[in-house]
């Protein structure tokens, strides 16, 4: 059983940055893709990264260019690097990790979660 935990959530001004990480325990963290999700207020829960576990990355529409998703397999810890934040990208975010279907792209394809981080930007 792997147990997620975010951090690094808070309130940032528009153009801003913050870098959330999901520490990982319990489990093989080192050989699970892992993903980012977000879920804005009134809305669905919606895919934002993944990364394999060998650092192959896809990212949803709405962020490329401007989120990095990362890992460092030593410290099982998964990372994202969020510049240039605007208004919409406010949402409490979670990671996941072991891909158990799919693609990666949807909340059902995870077998592990996190409780997730509230981020917010502000204008």
């Known amino acids: 059983q792997v147990q997620l935990v975010e951090s690094g959530g808070g309130l940032v001004q528009a153009g801003g940055s913050l870098r959330l990480s999901c520490a990982a325990s319990?489990?093989?963290?080192?050989?699970?893709?892992m993903g980012w999700f977000r879920q804005a207020p009134g809305k669905e829960r919606e895919f934002v990264a993944r990364?394999?576990?060998?650092?192959?990355?896809y990212y949803a529409d709405a962020v490329k260019g401007r989120f990095t998703i990362s890992r460092d397999n030593a410290k099982n810890t998964g990372y994202l690097q969020m510049n240039s934040l605007k208004l919409e990208d406010t949402a409490v975010y979670y990671c996941a990790a072991n891909i158990v279907r799919g693609l990666g792209r949807k909340n059902s394809d995870y077998e592990y979660w996190g409780q997730g981080t509230q981020v917010t930007v502000s204008s």
């Open positions: 990364i394999g576990w060998t650092g192959t990355t």
């Open positions: 319990g489990g093989s963290f080192s050989v699970y893709a």
